[in-house]
């Protein structure tokens, strides 16, 4: 066998384990990843107020829009792991108005992800798209999730609540 060769087999044989464990320890850290614990409901409402109007007031720094809310509710009534959906504000139209125009999402991270660090989130991801509908989305304490669509949705949602029961009534809504 040749001394390449078997160099090759020895980092294989070797960087097998060591590759499991990454993998292994990597896995672990990502179940974490958004988790923690959940919420009281009167805080998780307010907290999550306040993410939305900062995030909406941003906004206007990269397009004068109207919003309008929906959706703020218990996503899972009844559910074991009780998730609190914050709202949906729709755009009185889509954050680029030309379609087929192309994407620019550089403006709207300017303009989001230092508000979204500044309460505990991830920056927006990379775009991701399903059928005509793209969006950017972060990750934050509590399970949470802000979703930015290219077509002028902003919703937040995923997080995680204590309440008993888990229904809207137990948030005050």
């Given at each position: 066998?040749?001394?390449q060769?078997?160099?090759?087999?020895?980092?294989g044989?070797?960087?097998?384990?060591?590759?499991?464990?990454?993998?292994?320890?990597?896995t672990?850290?990502?179940?974490?990843?958004?988790?923690?614990?959940?919420?009281?409901p009167?805080?998780?409402v307010?907290?999550?107020?306040a993410?939305?109007?900062?995030?909406?007031?941003?906004?206007t720094?990269?397009?004068a829009?109207?919003?309008?809310?929906?959706?703020?509710?218990?996503?899972?009534?009844?559910?074991?792991?009780?998730?609190?959906?914050?709202?949906?504000?729709?755009?009185?139209g889509?954050?680029?108005?030309?379609?087929?125009?192309?994407?620019?999402w550089?403006p709207?991270r300017e303009?989001?992800?230092?508000v979204?660090e500044?309460?505990?989130?991830?920056?927006l991801?990379?775009?991701r798209?399903?059928?005509?509908?793209?969006?950017?989305?972060?990750?934050g304490e509590?399970?949470a999730?802000?979703r930015?669509?290219?077509q002028?949705?902003l919703?937040?949602?995923?997080?995680?609540?204590?309440?008993?029961?888990?229904?809207?009534s137990?948030?005050?809504?």
């Amino acid at each position: 066998m040749s001394e390449q060769h078997m160099r090759r087999s020895r980092l294989g044989v070797v960087a097998a384990p060591r590759r499991a464990a990454t993998l292994a320890l990597a896995t672990v850290l990502l179940a974490g990843c958004g988790s923690g614990a959940p919420l009281p409901p009167p805080e998780a409402v307010a907290t999550y107020e306040a993410v939305a109007e900062d995030l909406l007031s941003a906004t206007t720094s990269v397009r004068a829009m109207n919003w309008e809310r929906r959706g703020q509710e218990i996503l899972e009534p009844g559910a074991e792991d009780c998730r609190y959906q914050a709202g949906v504000w729709q755009a009185d139209g889509n954050l680029y108005p030309v379609p087929g125009q192309g994407m620019d999402w550089d403006p709207w991270r300017e303009a989001l992800d230092p508000v979204l660090e500044e309460h505990g989130f991830s920056s927006l991801g990379r775009e991701r798209r399903s059928g005509a509908v793209t969006w950017l989305e972060a990750d934050g304490e509590h399970g949470a999730r802000v979703r930015l669509t290219a077509q002028g949705e902003l919703r937040i949602t995923d997080i995680r609540v204590d309440a008993e029961p888990c229904e809207d009534s137990a948030l005050g809504l």
